[in-house]
């Protein structure tokens, strides 16, 4: 595992955005697995720039989520895929047919994991999987549990993360209380697993990760079995490795 230890924020998402444009560059029609949450908003903004400025494209990308919340279209504020549009796909040249996100409203949500499985599948895999990591130690949406699950699946939201999410929501309440996520399966199947973390209050989620038993009561703890991740944190979050 190689691990880069940045100053700060900015320096983390600087870090992040070249190593994602080093990809697009060393292939530019590469399966990028993207993530969403509050972290890789300076990645996303820093991609769109060098886009902007004409240094990188995406013409040829392909991106596929990691989750969606279930119960919210995808023009819902909240939902992942209305993230993506506003945080990187509305600022960047990529062709929107090439930008998938699990589809929270779906009637079948297990016709719409194995539809997400196949569609994985036929794409040969991602490239390069961009991860953040939950307070618990979530990847994706991949909660705590008994058992790693390997496919794509619905999850039930932990209390945790329901809490954590709450920021972007008028109330708790709001938050749905289900997703689909990519299981732990795609994931470890990326060939490339990049994993970005800021602040303090990862520091924990991080060690356990990445210093603690391989255990599904911390589902970041599988990179460790993956052979090539690469870890970009700031101090804080990297205080304690
Ligand atoms: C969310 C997402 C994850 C994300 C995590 C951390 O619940 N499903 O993909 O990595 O929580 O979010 P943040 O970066 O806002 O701390």
């Known amino acids: 595992m190689r691990i880069y230890q940045e100053a700060d924020y900015a320096a983390m998402s600087r870090r992040c955005a070249n190593l994602i444009s080093a990809e697009v560059i060393r292939k530019p029609d590469c399966v990028l697995g993207l993530a969403t949450g509050s972290t890789p908003v300076g990645i996303y903004h820093q991609l769109a ?3 902007r ?3 990188l494209s995406f013409w040829d990308v392909i991106t596929v989520n990691l989750d969606e919340y279930r119960g919210l ?3 819902h504020t ?3 895929r209305d993230f993506m549009q506003k945080n990187l796909f509305d600022h960047i040249d990529i062709r929107q047919e090439n930008t998938y996100v699990p589809n929270g409203m779906a009637q079948d949500p297990e016709e719409e994991c194995s539809r997400y499985d196949s569609m994985l599948r036929a794409l040969g895999g991602t490239d390069l999987q961009l991860l953040g990591l939950g307070r618990n130690g979530h990847i994706g949406f991949n909660e705590p549990g008994p058992a790693f699950i390997k496919e794509t699946h619905v999850v039930e939201l932990s209390q945790s993360t329901i809490e954590a999410n709450a920021r972007f ?6 938050v749905p209380r289900q997703a689909i996520t990519m299981g732990i399966g795609c994931i470890m199947e ?6 970005a973390v800021s602040g303090e209050d990862k520091a924990e989620a991080v060690y356990r990760s990445f210093c603690g ?3 599904p009561e911390v589902p970041g703890s599988i990179l460790q079995l993956h052979g090539d991740v690469v870890l970009v944190g700031d101090r804080a979050a990297l205080s304690r490795l």
């Open 190 to 195: 990326a060939r490339r697993v990049l994993v």
């Open 49 to 51: 720039e060098w886009n």
């Open 73 to 75: 279209a995808p023009t």
């Open 213 to 215: 038993p391989i255990t």
């Open 169 to 174: 929501f008028e109330s708790a309440d709001e």
């Open 78 to 80: 909240q939902s992942y």
């Open 53 to 55: 400025k004409g240094d």
